[in-house]
């Protein structure tokens, strides 16, 4: 017998693409007890499975500028208050993006992000960036995507022009959790650049990490601002602690934690993409696949900015096998 509230709340999303879901109706649904965590993944299977068919799309990126960053998120290996080993270096060449957005199109990715570390970059990196992202247009069928900082409406038109389809900026967490884990510049900041992005036409993928230290209130918190901001797309991280980092020491969520979160963004999101990123493979295990009967109906796939993924046959094996497509669109 399901739970009459994930039942009701089912029922009200699948009958009413624009339902909202409630604050309040959101805290009942995470406060479940475990018992009713089989009601909750069979729901939201339901409503990916309404609004999503069996498609999913895979997206791959690569770190096109590593290390040297001035800001202090307390997760990131690649920051400069932290002392990690990853490997560091100024951007890659424009061949180099094209080579490695041809690479992963053949490994099955239908989207490819290009990912700089900092706070912004100069106007010569940007040019190099919208050169690299109009010759993938020309030379793939993969969609181009950038993550590339904080954004002016100059910058955001000139992705735009260059033929960049979706910007990625994540908030990271809730806004009245952040000071826990980045202090060198604000929340609102990420806010606009979320904006700015949106205004000139690019869709916009924003999400965020769990397992920051966070409440589920405040993924809730997190959730309602992506709503309020209407973002395309959601990415969904799982904190992996990197040593030397702030967060180096926290423990990895459990996989059941990990799936009620996507599943919540599910429930909160019906009709938008919800998409798997870093910390998979450390938090979920031998739980990757059970991402999809939670709710997300994208994988990123490949390695991470500065972490291993595993190997993509894998993850394309694992997609055929749950009876799902992967959907080729830019
Ligand atoms: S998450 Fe981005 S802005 Fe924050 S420290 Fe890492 S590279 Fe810098």
């Known amino acids: 017998m399901f739970h009459p509230t994930v039942i009701g709340i089912t029922e009200e999303i699948l009958a009413d693409p624009g339902y909202v879901l409630s604050s309040e109706t959101s805290c009942e649904l995470v406060r479940l007890s475990e018992a009713h965590f089989p009601d909750v993944m069979a729901c939201a299977d339901k409503i990916r499975n309404r609004y999503h068919k069996n498609r999913i799309f895979t997206c791959a990126i690569t770190n096109a500028k590593s290390g040297f960053c001035s800001e202090d998120c307390a997760f990131c290996a690649q920051s400069s208050h932290h002392h990690t080993d990853i490997h560091t270096y100024p951007m890659v060449s424009e061949e180099y993006l094209v080579e490695s957005a041809v690479s992963r199109q053949r490994e099955g990715a239908v989207k490819f992000g290009m990912v700089t570390s900092g706070y912004a970059n100069t106007a010569a990196e940007m040019t190099r960036i919208c050169k690299a992202a109009a010759s993938i247009g020309t030379q793939t069928r993969i969609g181009v995507c950038a993550s590339l900082g904080m954004l ?40 606009e650049t979320v904006r700015i992005a949106k205004n000139a036409g690019l869709e916009v993928c924003c999400g965020g990490i769990m397992g920051l230290g966070e409440s589920w209130e405040q993924r809730i918190e997190l959730s309602m601002t992506l709503r309020e901001l209407d973002v395309d797309s959601i990415p969904i991280n799982f904190l992996n602690p990197v040593p030397g980092t702030r967060m180096g020491l926290r423990t990895p969520l459990s996989p059941q934690e990990a799936l009620r979160c996507i599943a919540l963004f599910r429930f909160m999101h019906p009709q938008k993409d919800i998409v798997i990123c870093g910390g998979r493979g450390v938090t979920l295990g031998d739980f990757q696949s059970w991402v999809f009967m939670a709710g997300a109906n994208g994988l990123m796939i490949g390695n991470y900015l500065t972490t291993q993924g595993r190997d993509t046959r894998m993850d394309m094996e694992m997609i055929r096998a749950m009876g799902l497509e992967v959907h080729m669109r830019r």
């Open 152 to 191: 002016n409406e100059s910058r955001a038109a000139q992705l735009k022009g260059s033929g960049v389809t979706r910007y990625h900026h994540n908030l990271e967490t809730a806004r009245s959790h952040f000071s826990a884990v980045c202090t060198t510049h604000d929340y609102e900041e990420d806010v």
